[in-house]
């Protein structure tokens, strides 16, 4: 006999295998176009800038290393959140082997997703360092301890989402639509500083916002971020959502299972 | 090896729901394989899922003393992007060791007998050779007590008489749960048999018994 823990590894290893796979082999390319969007997004925002006449964007920090530490980072996000949200759906197949618990596609997409990302950020950063833009981080650990925290927060909002959707089948939708302003109002491509105090203050509440700029403030050692940032409201932030997301798991599994 | 103890079960929706299952308790020996039979929508395949863990008791509780497999021949869990090799693979990795995993697949590329498809992409199999490699997988894990839903009722002949013969060759070393609606194969590979009638379970030593009851009642109605 197998201890739960020993499942629950075979079954995560299994499944990270399977995962991995299906993901990287999914489309022609599908790997390269996770370097592609970013790249793209980045390009069409130095057109707009081109167009608006080259206006100072962000202080301390030049153009393209702030844009790509903001859309990378919100893209760990989102892609956290988005990819285990659909986890349980696409693996209720799965569900026929007991072994297999609702959580675990779940937790395996959030951690791989993870991965990938990392992997992302980090040839990105080398491209642009070789192309001579100033992208070393000023304070790698701190960098690492950030994504590190926005990592967590897409996972436990995943982890929220993809459980909640067995009481509320249509949260799957609500939060697809949230994601477009989200993207714009996390300061990802657009800098929040020009914003009148009031507004800026409501966006405050936002803990990617706060992800983000850190991450910046990390990287820049000269970046003036937004009046207000802490990385310690994304902490809470990430772990509660992480809490509150395997309770439901918990709660609901069997739920879950059965839809 | 298995106790079903006061065990109920429903389907919520959203006109009322009717218990499917209404207080079921029985007890499988060792050895022992049993045949359900009952009309449609009587439960049956409730009962399998029941048995098999994929689903849970609204009340009761089912107690499993040995290792039950998935319900033979199920292919849900395929990944139609990957191939055979990859799917089997997945599974005999969620099921234990590295060292058995060879030995899974080497099993089930035996059994399912469908050449070099085997290495292609599960999305290109026809129906008969999808069931052939579901039917493969299950036959290769070891376990004590095979749950079956009209499963050897797939492929063609050949690959039917293989099957049938396979689950003959477990009978002593494993038992089986079989639903079916065919007489032949209950009587050919159960001893004993449950009688699923208006959500109650009844039990029969003998699995004739069990027919006779069941049609007994068709004729009556």
Known sequence: MRTSWQVTCSVWHAMFMREALARITAARFAWMWMLVEPIAYVVIMIGVREVMGRVAFASGAEFVPWLITGIVSFNLFRDGVSRSMNAVEANRGLFAYRQVAPVDPVLVRAFLEGMLQTVVFAILIAGCALLGFQIIP??????????????????????????????????GRVVRI?????FMLSGAIVPLQMLPHGVQEALLYNPVLHGIESIRLCFFSQYKSLYGVNLLYLWFWALALAALGLALHVRYADRLKAQ | MIHVRN????????HGSDWVLRDVSFSIPRGVSVGLVGRNGAGKSTLLRLIGGMDHPDR????????VSW????SGGFQGSMTGRQNVKFVARIHGSGRSVDEVIRRVEEFADIGPAFDEPVKTYSSGMKSRLAFGLSLAFDFDLYLSDEATAVGDKVFR???????????????????????????????AGIWLRK???LWFDSIHDAIAAYHQSLKAS
């Open chain 1, 178 to 182: 949230i994601m477009l302003p989200l």
């Open chain 1, 138 to 171: 000023a304070d790698p650990l701190g960098v690492m301890f950030v994504w590190l925290g926005i990592w967590l927060l897409g996972a436990g909002g995943g982890l929220v989402v993809s459980s909640s959707v067995a009481l509320v089948a249509e949260v």
């Open chain 2, 161 to 191: 008489e293989k099957a049938t013969e396979a689950f003959k060759d477990r009978i002593g070393r494993a038992s089986l749960v079989i639903v079916s609606h065919s007489e032949g194969i209950l009587k050919d590979l159960c001893q």
């Open chain 2, 7 to 14: 065990v109920f079960k429903r389907y919520r929706n959203h």
């Open chain 2, 71 to 74: 319900p033979i021949g199920l």
């Open chain 2, 60 to 67: 009761g509780e089912i107690i499993r003393n040995c290792r």
């Open chain 2, 199 to 201: 959500g109650e379970a």
